[in-house]
């Protein structure tokens, strides 16, 4: 059975950091490139991370130099380490393939962060 299972998220400060993380199926985790989304209320889901099954990796234009994406192969998790929090990074942080599969969307995990 296929599951992606997000965890990390909470409320922090503006400035602050928080590190998220995904549990993947091993199966998805060997086979596919991995991205974290975020959907902010009122607005689309946005793809804001994505790492290769190499670890190449690219980020949104909103998220560069803040956000670092990573993958463990030995807990086939992948993490987001988000530093300098803004207030328009709150949304709720969603990990799935790269390109995403509907069927694969979890629950995803709430950052709220005050100004």
């Known amino acids: 059975q296929v599951q992606l299972v997000e965890s990390g998220g909470g409320l922090v400060q503006a400035g602050g950091s928080l590190r998220l993380s995904c549990a993947a199926s091993r199966i998805i985790f060997k086979l596919r490139p991995m991205g974290w989304y975020r959907q902010a209320p009122g607005k689309e889901r946005e793809l804001v991370a994505s790492?290769?099954?190499?670890?190449?990796?690219n980020y949104s234009i909103s998220v560069r130099g803040r956000f670092t994406i990573s993958r463990d192969s030995a807990r086939n998790t992948v993490s987001l380490q988000m530093n300098s929090l803004k207030p328009e990074d709150t949304a709720v942080y969603y990990c799935?393939?790269?390109?995403?599969?509907?069927?694969?969307w979890g629950q995803g995990t709430q950052v709220t962060v005050s100004s």
């Open positions: 799935n393939i790269n390109p995403p599969y509907p069927g694969y």
């Open positions: 790492i290769t099954t190499g670890g190449s990796t």
